[in-house]
Every structure is written in C-alpha cells, then in structure tokens.
C-alpha cells in the first residue's frame, strides 16, 4: 500500500504546482481573519452573520501556548504545511490529493475568548463540495479530542 500512497503523493505534488500562487499572501485585516468573498468555497469563523460562518476551536481546558502547540501538531497530522506563523496569526496550506489543489487555512488565536478562529479558502474555482468545512470541522473534531 504504501507504493500506491507514495504514487498518489508524487502525482498531487507534480500537478499541485499548476496551481496558481494566492494573489497576495494570506493576512489579517484589521486585527481579524478576512471574510469570504461569498462563494461556497470559503468558510470563515470571523463572520458569524454569514453563511459561510464556522464554529471557532474553543480551548477552555488549557492554556494558550498549549492550545497553540496542539494546533500546529494537527496540521502537521493532516498533512498540512504551516507557511507563515506571527503574533498569534498561523497560515498553512493542504493540498487536495490527486488533482493537487491547494486551499489556504488561517488561524488567529483569540486569548480573551479562549478560541482559535479559522478561514479555510479554496484558491481556484468557485464550490469545493464541502471540503474546506469538512476540514476545519475534522480539526475541531481531534483538537476536541485531544484536550
């Protein structure tokens, strides 16, 4: 099995890199993670007027290094890359396996609520079938998990 997983994982990296760079690199405007631009390809925990609203990733049981630390180890698990990490602001990437498109995943760690808040944003086309919130609910699913 592994010779077909190591054959899927060569395939998605040789086509992910088609796939267009993010027009500008991912940031927080105005102290928070931007919103969706409305497409359903786009969910965002910052906006919770929207349809594109998602829960935030509460962590009431630990402290905010450790909520932090645990975070990162789940991208890690997931096979996510974190690209950029600044003043409780962590951008990673996943890439979508075999047809390699990447979708980008932010995170800002909200002290004061005892929250992470979360945008995960396919780059290309216009619905992804539920895959970006799949992935921010299979997050919270094994941050919850592990508290």
Same mark, same amino acid.
């Given at each position: 099995m592994d010779i077909v997983n190591d054959a899927l994982k060569a395939v998605t990296n040789t086509v992910s890199g088609f796939w267009p760079q993010p027009s500008e690199k991912p940031r927080l405007a105005e102290g928070k993670l931007r919103p969706c631009p409305g497409t359903p390809n786009c969910v965002c925990s910052e906006n919770p007027d929207s349809q594109e609203w998602v829960e935030p990733i509460a962590y009431?049981?630990?402290?905010?290094? +450790? %909520?932090?630390?645990?975070? +990162?180890? @789940? @991208?890690?698990?997931?096979g996510g890359a974190v690209l950029s990490e600044e003043n409780e602001y962590l951008w990673s990437t996943?890439? *979508?396996? &075999?047809?390699?498109? *990447?979708?980008?995943v932010e995170f800002r760690l909200d002290? %004061?609520? +005892?929250? @992470?808040?979360?945008?995960?944003?396919? =780059? &290309?086309?216009?619905?992804d079938l539920g895959v970006n919130r799949n992935r921010v609910d299979d997050?919270? =699913? =094994?941050? @919850?998990? +592990?508290?």
């Amino acid at each position: 099995m592994d010779i077909v997983n190591d054959a899927l994982k060569a395939v998605t990296n040789t086509v992910s890199g088609f796939w267009p760079q993010p027009s500008e690199k991912p940031r927080l405007a105005e102290g928070k993670l931007r919103p969706c631009p409305g497409t359903p390809n786009c969910v965002c925990s910052e906006n919770p007027d929207s349809q594109e609203w998602v829960e935030p990733i509460a962590y009431e049981s630990m402290n905010h290094d +450790k %909520a932090w630390e645990l975070l +990162k180890k @789940i @991208i890690d698990d997931m096979g996510g890359a974190v690209l950029s990490e600044e003043n409780e602001y962590l951008w990673s990437t996943f890439t *979508v396996p &075999l047809f390699g498109f *990447v979708d980008d995943v932010e995170f800002r760690l909200d002290k %004061a609520g +005892k929250v @992470i808040h979360v945008r995960s944003s396919s =780059r &290309l086309g216009f619905s992804d079938l539920g895959v970006n919130r799949n992935r921010v609910d299979d997050i919270r =699913r =094994r941050f @919850i998990g +592990k508290q």
